[in-house]
């Protein structure tokens, strides 16, 4: 299902279907429907993945700043809206507006989204579009690091 809602989102079959951040001692904090939690990275043991590390220098402050903001959004869930602001931005439908509104009032968010969110709470962009958080997929955040 992650696979088709990139498809239609216009990121074809895309490589990476999750994003996190790592908040040390082999942690990381991610979105899930329930709420963003902290678990074990080895959760992810045996999946390929991106580190941020590899192409976007950080100073320690920065680093710190990306931890702290990811363990505020602890608990945050997100809901089926954080798909709907996604598609109806890239489709250019009509009440994208309202949705995206609904979506940082209640402040849902998906896993790209908390990602992109932690490092802008932080006071780094990783888009220069100025592309609203909500509106980052787990493939956009690879092609900024890859």
Known sequence: ???????????????????????????????????????????????QTLWSSDRIALTSDQRVAIIAAARRYLGVPYSFLDYAALATHRLRLPGGGLVKGYVADTRHQICSQLVDQCYQDAGIHLFSDGRWPGYVTPADLARVID
């Open 1 to 47: 299902m992650i696979r088709l809602g990139q498809w239609l989102n216009g990121d074809g079959f895309a490589d990476y279907e999750h994003a996190f951040i790592l908040v040390g001692d082999d942690e990381v904090v991610e979105a899930e429907p329930g709420g963003a939690r902290q678990v074990p990275l080895s959760t992810y043991g045996g999946h």
